[in-house]
């Protein structure tokens, strides 16, 4: 089943986005918490919304989105992360969350989504090239830590 997330999800949220931090080789560099996660995502000015693959009352995959501005294109949906745990991955569950996050944006009147992979996930670049997605060879992503 693909639902809204709630904040009462946050914690198996937190458990799937530490594991896509060690499937990508960056477990160290998460800085999140559950706490900034639960004002961030349900606080008086909510910064981002998600949906979530659940299972036998467990949180299986998560798509974590939020809206961004581009001054040529107008309102855009950014996907931060769309994860499925390891065991369930080839399932379709991806597919039903990359769908359904495409339909939020579709819903709140997005002219289009944006994210990122890494250049190694074959995996991941592949199910974008099913989509028609356009991947970016001139663009440099930059970022500043404060």
């Given at each position: 089943m693909?639902?809204?997330g709630t904040k009462?999800?946050?914690?198996?949220?937190?458990?799937l986005i530490k594991e896509l931090a060690i499937?990508?080789?960056g477990l160290d560099q998460v800085s999140n918490?559950?706490?900034?996660?639960e004002i961030d995502g349900f606080g008086e000015n909510p910064i981002f919304g998600f949906f979530v693959a659940e299972e036998n009352d467990s949180i299986v995959g998560i798509s974590i989105y939020y809206y961004r501005?581009?001054?040529w294109k107008g309102k855009r949906m950014y996907l931060e992360d769309i994860?499925?745990?390891e065991s369930k991955r080839g399932s379709g569950l991806g597919k039903q969350l990359f769908d359904r996050t495409i339909e939020e944006g579709k819903a709140n009147n997005c002219t289009g989504m944006m994210w990122q992979?890494?250049?190694?996930?074959?995996?991941?670049?592949?199910?974008y090239k099913?989509?028609?997605a356009g991947f970016d060879e001139e663009w440099i992503n930059c970022s500043l830590e404060f």
């Open positions: 693909i639902r809204r009462e999800d946050i914690p198996q949220v937190f458990e499937y990508e080789n918490t559950i706490e900034a996660m501005y581009s001054t994860v499925v745990t992979v890494l250049d190694w996930n074959e995996p991941a670049i592949n199910f099913k989509y028609g």
